[in-house]
């Protein structure tokens, strides 16, 4: 924050991501209840304290109604957070389709989704110029609450557009990007036919973060290799306008985790499991039911574990919690059914009369919950074939203690 020129409490940050912290449900015309939504760009935030900050982004329905956006408007001023309103259409074109379908895949090395390429080329333009509308929807929402010496700090591969809509507005706004996904090698990059558009905006920024130097990297050389610009230790240059980009690896706040190991409801969790899985190992993994997570790879080899150690079947679980994530995309729903498949077929082959050795839940945990297991599993798999970062794993061991169980960690995942 200081080298975005934040210090402390007399400015405000105004963080600005596609979803808000919160999941909203509609109870009534004007009545809505509140839930905090897991993913890793939430968990990543909560460790933010010390800063005015508000939330601005989409709160994941669509309300068309006016009563509708007032009463949820109202209901979001609690929790500092500020809705912009999506409709079906560009929800559908912007983020299922250019954020989901397009970038996500290109940023993990996934390419460019190969099914049908002819109808993907054919919906790419009106996908970005969707995606450009809505970073410019988000734009305008920050301007109605911006305030000079806010600063503005933009999340992920969804606002790529979003610093450029917003220098326009105003040169002076002072403005951060950061992207909690991988930034592929410039190989990959340039394959998408909106690259140098997208960097353009992504340098009108003041600073651009990455997890790691390696994707600073990938990113400095995507802008002297396709824009043509210098890059300097700092960052780019750009007729003598300097975009300072560098690595900013994210963590967790460790104690929040710890501490929540001593409330009543994560010891009373604690004293279940343990007396569920007695005589057992539990191998644990917490993912969003993402393709890059490999979930499917994951129960495979664990399979493969108990056809090579028959001894095993019976004593050791797979706990596989997995939360289920953008279900209106066919390929996440395609993951899904893959893996049930896989889960029932495996269960199937090594179940006993009285256990089965994957518990498989699609579903978020509470946080106590969450914790509980981190704390009495013996092994936490995180198999992602491609990951920003990875909050799991930091969980992981915040929560073991001094009980030191086994983080089985994919040699793909950036903490190595
Ligand atoms: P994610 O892909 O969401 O984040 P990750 O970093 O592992 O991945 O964070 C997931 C978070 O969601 C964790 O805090 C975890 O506790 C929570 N979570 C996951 N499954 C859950 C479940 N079933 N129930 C409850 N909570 C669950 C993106 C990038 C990552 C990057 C983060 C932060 O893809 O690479 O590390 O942002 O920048």
Same mark, same amino acid.
């Given at each position: 924050?200081?080298?975005?020129?934040? !210090? *402390?409490?007399? /400015?405000?940050? =105004?963080?600005?991501?596609?979803?808000?912290? +919160? %999941? #909203?449900?509609? !109870? *009534?015309?004007? /009545?809505?209840? =509140?839930?905090i939504?897991?993913?890793?760009? +939430? %968990? #990543?935030?909560?460790?933010?304290?010390?800063?005015?900050?508000?939330?601005?982004?989409?709160?994941?329905?669509?309300?068309?109604?006016?009563?509708?956006?007032?009463?949820?408007?109202?209901?979001?001023?609690?929790?500092?957070?500020?809705?912009v309103?999506?409709?079906?259409e560009?929800?559908?074109?912007?983020?299922?389709g250019?954020?989901?379908?397009?970038?996500?895949p290109?940023?993990?090395?996934?390419?460019?989704?190969?099914?049908?390429?002819?109808?993907?080329?054919?919906?790419?333009?009106?996908?970005?110029?969707?995606?450009?509308?809505?970073?410019?929807?988000f734009?305008?929402?920050?301007?109605?609450?911006?305030?000079?010496?806010?600063?503005?700090?933009?999340?992920?591969?969804?606002?790529?557009?979003?610093?450029?809509?917003?220098?326009?507005?105003?040169?002076?706004?002072?403005?951060?990007?950061?992207?909690?996904?991988?930034?592929?090698?410039?190989?990959?990059?340039?394959?998408?036919?909106?690259?140098?558009?997208?960097?353009?905006?992504?340098l009108?920024?003041?600073?651009?973060?990455?997890?790691?130097?390696?994707?600073?990297?990938?990113?400095?050389?995507a802008?002297?290799?396709?824009?043509?610009?210098e890059?300097?230790?700092?960052?780019?240059?750009?007729?003598g306008?300097?975009?300072?980009?560098?690595?900013?690896?994210?963590?967790?706040?460790s104690?929040?985790?710890?501490?929540?190991?001593?409330?009543?409801?994560?010891?009373?969790h604690?004293?279940?499991?343990?007396?569920?899985?007695?005589?057992?190992?539990?191998?644990?993994?917490?993912?969003?039911?993402?393709?890059?997570?490999?979930?499917?790879?994951?129960?495979?080899?664990?399979?493969?574990?108990l056809?090579?150690?028959?001894?095993w079947?019976?004593?050791?679980?797979?706990?596989?919690i997995?939360?289920?994530?953008?279900?209106?995309?066919?390929e996440?729903?395609?993951?899904?059914?893959?893996?049930?498949?896989?889960?029932?077929?495996?269960?199937?082959?090594?179940?006993?009369?009285?256990a089965?050795?994957?518990?498989?839940?699609?579903r978020?945990?509470?946080?106590?919950?969450?914790?509980?297991?981190?704390a009495?599993?013996?092994?936490?798999?995180v198999?992602?074939?491609?990951?920003?970062?990875?909050?799991?794993?930091?969980?992981?061991?915040?929560?073991?203690?001094?009980?030191?169980?086994?983080?089985?960690?994919s040699?793909?995942?950036?903490?190595?």
């Open positions: 924050f200081r080298r975005l020129g934040l !210090r *402390g409490m007399k /400015q405000r940050l =105004l963080v600005v991501a596609n979803r808000l912290p +919160v %999941s #909203a449900n509609r !109870r *009534g015309e004007d /009545q809505w209840s =509140l839930e939504s897991a993913g890793g760009l +939430v %968990s #990543a935030l909560l460790g933010v304290k010390d800063v005015d900050a508000k939330w601005i982004g989409w709160a994941g329905v669509n309300v068309p109604d006016e009563v509708g956006q007032q009463a949820l408007t109202n209901a979001l001023a609690e929790k500092r957070c500020i809705p309103f999506l409709d079906e560009i929800v559908h074109q912007y983020y299922n250019y954020c989901n379908n397009i970038l996500w290109l940023f993990h090395y996934l390419g460019l989704p190969q099914e049908d390429r002819l109808a993907t080329t054919r919906n790419f333009e009106s996908q970005f110029d969707a995606y450009k509308r809505a970073n410019q929807m734009a305008d929402v920050v301007y109605q609450h911006y305030q000079e010496g806010d600063v503005i700090w933009c999340h992920d591969y969804h606002l790529m557009f979003l610093p450029r809509c917003l220098k326009e507005h105003d040169i002076n706004m002072k403005v951060g990007w950061f992207l909690h996904t991988p930034f592929p090698s410039s190989e990959i990059y340039r394959t998408l036919p909106s690259r140098s558009e997208l960097l353009r905006s992504v009108c920024a003041d600073l651009v973060g990455f997890h790691t130097y390696d994707y600073a990297r990938h990113f400095v050389s802008c002297t290799r396709i824009l043509g610009l890059g300097t230790p700092e960052g780019v240059e750009d007729q306008k300097l975009t300072r980009v560098a690595a900013f690896p994210i963590g967790i706040d104690d929040r985790f710890k501490r929540a190991l001593d409330i009543d409801a994560a010891k009373r604690v004293n279940e499991l343990k007396q569920r899985f007695a005589g057992r190992k539990v191998m644990l993994g917490v993912d969003r039911l993402d393709m890059i997570k490999g979930i499917p790879q994951k129960i495979l080899a664990f399979e493969k574990f056809e090579e150690n028959p001894e079947i019976d004593k050791v679980v797979l706990l596989q997995a939360v289920p994530t953008r279900t209106d995309v066919p996440y729903q395609k993951l899904t059914s893959q893996v049930h498949e896989i889960v029932g077929r495996i269960n199937g082959r090594f179940g006993t009369l009285s089965v050795p994957i518990h498989h839940l699609d978020s945990l509470d946080f106590h919950a969450l914790c509980a297991l981190y009495v599993t013996d092994v936490a798999l198999t992602s074939l491609r990951d920003g970062m990875n909050l799991v794993s930091y969980e992981y061991v915040a929560c073991q203690g001094s009980k030191k169980g086994v983080l089985i960690l040699e793909v995942s950036d903490q190595l």
